[in-house]
Structures are given as C-alpha cells and as structure tokens.
C-alpha cells in the first residue's frame, strides 16, 4: 500500500466534501493551495460557468481531474423519460471529457417516483449503462459504475454492492483487458460487505478499479445522506479497504467526499480542507 | 402463493409491533381477539413475569408462539464477556422452550464500542453460533440467524444479507435434512439485495427459512431504527417476496414486525391490530 505522508498529490477532493459553499474557480485554487493533487467536481458547480475555462483553471493549478460527479438517474416511468435520462447523461459525459476528467461517475438511480419495480430498475438501468457505454467509446471517457449503500436503494441507486455493480459491467462490457465500463469503490457504501475483499480482488483482475472514495461511517449516524464523518471518526478500518484496493493494482487518487449538512458544511472549506489533507495522512 | 383473506390464522404479531404500550397479558389477549394465529413476544416483556403462565396464556388463547426475540449480541471485546454473552443466549434459548417458539430469532451483534474490526466479529458470531447450536440440540430449539439492513452493520448485526446468512449456517452445520440452524427473512432487510431470489430459493432448497416477517421502506425515512411502515405505506414489493418465500417452502407464519415511534407506537393496540390485519390480507 502506498504511504500517503507528504504524498497528497495522491489525493483528491470531491467538491460535495465542501458543501458548495464557494464558486468553483475559488474552490480550485483552495484546493491547489492545500496540495492535493486532484479534484472532483460535480455538474451543479459547472451550471453557467465557462467549462473550458475551468477545465483551464484546474490545469493551470496543477490539479487533476480524478471524476465528474454525477449521472442522472436513469430509470423512469416511460421510454421519453429513460431515454431523456440517457440523453442528459450524454451531454454531462461530454462535459467530463473536456474537463479531463479520468471518468464520469454513475450513481444509476432505482425505482421511479410511485414504482415497487426493482427488476424493471435493474433492466433500465443495465439497458441504459450500454447505451452510455457506446458513447463512452466515441468519446473515450470511461464510465465509473458506483455501488451506493443499500440505504439508498429506493431512489438512488438499485447496484448496492460491488458484486452487482462488476458482474453488471462484465454483462454489458465483456472480455477486455481494457475496460471503459468500471467501478468507483466508496468506502462509506461497501465497508460492510463480506464479499468486499473477494469482489476488490476481482475488480482488480478485470482492471475496472476507475475510483476510490473515503470518508466515514458515524456512530450514531443521524442522517441518511448528510451524516458522513471525516476519516478516523468513524467505524471503517480505511487502511484495510485501502489495502485490498491498490493490492488488486488500483494506482489512482484516493479521494474525499463526505456529506455533511451539520458539521463540516458549517466551516470555512480552508479548514475542511486542512482536516481532510491531515486525515489522509494519518488514518487512512 | 397462500390467501391470506380470512386467514389471519397463519398471521403473526411481533409484539415490538405494539410499542410495548402494554404487559405482555394484556397484549397476548388482544391479539388473540383480533384472530391472529401467532404471537411472537420480546424477552423484556418477560422480565418478571412467569413463563410457564405466560406460556399457558398464549396456548389458552389459541396463539402459537412464531418466534421468541432475540439474541444478545454474540462480538465482546474480550472473552469473558463473549462466553456471558453465550451464556445469556443459552437461558434465552430455555425461555424460548418454554414459551414453545417456533425458533430462538438471532440477532447477532458486530462491532463491540471501540472496535473496527468487522473480520473479528465475523469470527466471533461463527464461533458463538456453533456453540449456541450445540445447544439447539440440547433443547431442541431452532436458531433462525435474521440478517439485518447494512444500515445496521456497525453495531446491530455484522450479518447483511441472506447469501451470508445460509453460508455460516452452512458452514456451521452442513449436511443436514433436518437444520436447527436457519434464518429468518424479514423482507424490510433484504428487499433491495439482486441475489434475493436466488438465495431464497437456496434458503428453502436447504429446509432453513425458519420465519418470514413484513413491515415497508419508507420514502423518505426519517430514523435508521424505529421509521418502519406499515405494509403498503412505502415501496416494498412485499407479494413478489412473500411468493419466493412460500414457493421455497415455507409454511410458517406471516409475522409483522415494524418499529415505528412517531407514529404506529403512538396509536391504541387495537388500532394497530386492525390495521395489520387488513394490510395483511390486502397488500401482503
């Protein structure tokens, strides 16, 4: 496992982590300044803003793009809306593409508003990923499949562990050494999983390791969404999932993104950030 | 798939149902009165209570006794307190006998306050499951192992899905027609797992589903214990799994088991009954 003391250039910061407190080309230069070598943004953060000159921004501060948070959920009720969904995370792969991001990360959604539907969900969204996947190969930009908790089950997300999300991307990409269908592996949605090691192992023979996300899991936990604690408050034993992660040959960034409404979100992000670069080099 | 229209005879309620609003008597005979044809009662609701009498009550009422909740949890920090832990469930399980329960539900524990190490607990609840099952035999008393939400994985149960479930009752006593060790599937914790199907198929294959239990998912919910719904209220496609369920085997009872503070706990018993018993047969 790689030492991450002094290495922050390894490290990335998805910008969720800092509760959209700032414009975009402030939270660049914010997070240059810490160090890190990467960021993360999301799609809200680009609305109304010039994407190439902030795909410039980002380079010209030495910073790399480790993903671009998010899709758009892809089930729906009726084939205009799929279809619309489909478009819409076209166009934000577009985006990605230009901001240099190393993939577009897919949470895929799950059950449209009124549905109990789970296997029309899977079927969408497994009918959806290969559609996206043909755009991926006209425009290179390799899509990042991740599993969420299965607390976000209903509306989020219907590939809730590692295994479903791998054996969907061996489904709709099979036989390649060089996938463009992968996996983000997020510390908070899969710590629990008795297959995780098994399924790390196996994402890493396949070369579909495309990310790596920390933060967190709070005892108590208060919030379904926004109660993410910062490495080392929680239950998670980071190192060991970090471990198996770069064991199974994953060389990215190692990520932050934690979501909280009512403590990190509350400090100025120079703070969240210097907690998060000390964190990083100390527990995880 | 069974009717259950005018057939609350093969109906259970999990009396943390009623909120404990009222001594286990009092509710043995309202349950009764509401013709369900099973009861299962929490250990806290025998405390100071006479067993023996509490067993004859229930018989005398015509209920059966679906399950007895539940296990201490098995992971300690140390040795000393996982044997007390062992020794406390082995008195449970006789208490169990006594009320003449279907099976002794397990609800196994994970992380003990302070520890990160989910492979130790994993370890502790096979080791502790083994010997619980030694006395199984002894008694006569199945152990149903109820794999909880991954929600719950810090602290409640390190077991999260049925697949693991039936591997450490596998492993813990293999090749056996007549099992003392199986699980308990309560739909509010495996409805969201695509392995679902398969592993109850494999649950009945092995002669293990030892209870069946229906509550909902609800959208949004608003605490990680005690936000369950009433079967119908969220999106839970309870039918599909009760038909996987019965198709597998099974033939015990439909339990009901939802914790919800803010809002079925606030109401009379006999409201809550009633409502159970027309969701029951309507939506179930």
Redesign the interface.
């Known amino acids: 496992m790689r030492h991450l003391h002094n290495r922050l250039d390894l490290c990335s910061i998805n910008t969720g982590t800092l509760g959209y407190q700032t414009p975009i080309s402030e939270t660049i230069e914010a997070v240059a300044r810490q160090g890190f070598g990467a960021i993360c943004p999301w799609r809200r953060e680009l609305e109304g803003v010039d994407t190439a000159a902030t795909a410039r921004q980002i380079r010209d501060a030495g910073l790399k793009v480790s993903g671009y948070c998010r899709s758009t959920y892809i089930p729906a009720l009726d084939c205009d809306q799929f279809l619309a969904n489909i478009a819409d995370n076209r166009s934000a792969m577009d985006q990605a593409a230009e901001l240099g991001a190393a993939c577009f990360v897919m949470v895929v959604g799950s059950?449209p508003q009124g549905?109990?539907?789970?296997e029309r969900a899977?079927a969408q969204v497994a009918e959806g990923t290969a559609l996206l996947l043909e755009h991926a190969r006209a425009t290179g930009m390799p899509l990042a499949l991740e599993p969420l908790?299965?607390?976000y089950?209903?509306?989020r997300s219907?590939l809730?562990?590692l295994e479903?999300a791998l054996d969907l991307a061996e489904a709709v990409e099979p036989e390649t050494t060089t996938p463009l269908l992968g996996v983000a592996i997020d510390v908070y949605h899969v710590?629990?999983?008795?297959?995780l090691a098994g399924q790390i192992a196996r994402a890493g023979r396949l070369n579909r390791i495309f990310g790596f996300h920390v933060s967190d899991?709070l005892?108590?936990?208060s919030d379904?969404l926004t109660d993410r604690g910062m490495m080392g408050d929680g239950?998670?034993?980071i190192p060991r999932i970090r471990s198996m992660v770069e064991t199974a040959g994953y060389s990215g960034t190692v990520e932050v993104e934690i979501f909280s409404a009512d403590n990190w979100w509350k400090r100025p992000i120079e703070e969240i950030l210097s907690v998060c670069a000390e964190r990083l080099q100390t527990v995880c």
Chains 1, 2 share one sequence.
């Open positions: 059950l549905s109990k539907d789970l899977w908790h299965p607390m089950a209903n509306d219907c809730n562990t479903q710590w629990w999983d008795s297959k899991w005892v108590p936990t379904f239950v998670i034993d």
